[in-house]
């Protein structure tokens, strides 16, 4: 048996010390990571925006109005929902006594519930915790509160990003053409034109994703003052956001907005709400999705949920929403290895013939 060197071992054992080392680093600042990609994908997303307004005014003016514009999305969306949220939750806790006595009053004149509520004297343990409740509002105000402070310190987080995007789209494109002069002009020209169509890929899927919740939204809202639910719009809005999230997210929206239901017009609302949800999410997830995102993101449907679920298998929802875009930039990647592969096996042409001599008496070429 051959005797390995101790330089060797040594050698081993500092590389698998350094590798260990680094990831429990990566594993320290992962947070920061994490920002810095999320930061990296918004640049990317917005670039084209930004592009174009750019033409018409300063980059660094277009940069603020397009970030500014992607601030107000989510506040816009906070002030739709949140307040006939907390209006009908109030008023809910306020009619709990009058929905408790009327519960009371049924179970009376039922032979069979009035005997189990003598048995164990349900209506009346229900009665006192529905009396109780409008005073336990100040407990839900500080609740509500609490959460408030949790988004407070979560906009650190939010401004870290929002400035990571801003640098990335003022000086991005520097750095890249930097990097790319370290490489030779053939592959220079090769590893721009794939940061290009890497681009355009993440360009497309968030112009694809937009889509799609609009277009849930839009049909939900129809749905809904179809069958006269309340807050309609409120409800649209919720199943456009979730619609943003492949796969699960119609499906998260629909329970939503199914427990709404149950107060109004039960079971006719509910049941019609159900049919149409499960028919239009099968819809969604296997038609508009696909090949929105074959056509924006050129990704075979197939590809595109196996992504998808592979990413949310890992990551959960972050995975299901960056598993498109990757598959996309992992797609591109392979092409062009293949495609620089299969030029370097091909071989050389043939040297060209020499040309023959002039016979004699020919004239001499000029």
């Not at 343990?125 to 009396?131: H, S």
């Not at 179809?226 to 456009?240: D, K, Y």
């Not at 999410?281 to 038609?287: D, G, K, R």
């Not at 592969?341 to 001499?364: F, N, Q, V, Y």
């Amino acid at each position: 048996m051959r005797d390995v060197p101790a330089r060797a071992v040594v050698r081993v054992v500092l590389i698998v010390v350094a590798v260990a080392v680094c990831l429990y680093l990566v594993y320290l600042v992962r947070r920061p990571i994490t920002w810095i990609l999320i930061a990296a994908f918004l640049a990317v997303a917005l670039s084209g925006p930004v592009n174009r307004l750019a033409r018409r005014v300063r980059r660094g003016l277009a940069i603020a109005v397009v970030l500014v514009g992607l601030l107000l999305v989510p506040v816009a969306l906070v002030a739709v929902i949140v307040p006939p949220l907390i209006t009908e939750a109030n008023d809910f806790a306020r009619n709990v006594p009058d929905y408790s006595r009327a519960l009371t009053d049924f179970v009376e004149r039922n032979e069979t519930l009035s005997k189990l509520n003598e048995d164990y004297n349900i209506t009346q343990e229900l009665q006192q915790e529905a009396e109780k409740l409008p005073s336990k509002l100040g407990g839900a105000a500080t609740t509500l509160r609490d959460l408030g402070l949790g988004i407070v310190n979560s906009l650190f987080a939010l401004i870290t990003i929002f400035v990571l995007t801003a640098f990335m789209l003022g000086s991005g494109s520097r750095w890249v053409e930097a990097g790319l002069a370290n490489f030779p002009p053939p592959r220079q020209a090769r590893a721009s034109r794939s940061l290009e169509r890497i681009a355009a890929a993440i360009s497309g899927y968030v112009a694809g994703a937009m889509f799609i919740a609009v277009v849930a939204g839009a049909a939900t809202y129809v749905v809904l003052l179809i069958l006269g639910v309340p807050f309609a719009a409120p409800l649209a809005v919720i199943a456009g956001f979730f619609s943003l999230i492949p796969l699960i997210g119609a499906t998260i929206a629909a329970v939503l907005i199914g427990a709404v239901t149950l107060f109004d017009n039960f079971p006719t609302a509910t049941i019609i709400w159900a049919v149409w949800a499960i028919v239009y999410q099968q819809f969604e997830n296997h038609l508009i999705q696909p090949q929105v995102q074959k056509r924006t993101v050129h990704v075979h449907p197939f590809v595109t949920i196996v992504a998808v679920l592979m990413g949310s298998a890992l990551l959960g929802v972050l995975g299901a929403l960056l598993a498109i875009p990757l598959a996309a930039s992992i797609q591109i990647l392979v092409r062009e290895y293949l495609d620089l592969r299969t030029l370097s096996i091909k071989p050389d042409p043939p040297p060209e013939p020499p040309e023959p001599p002039p016979a004699a008496g020919d004239p001499a070429p000029a």
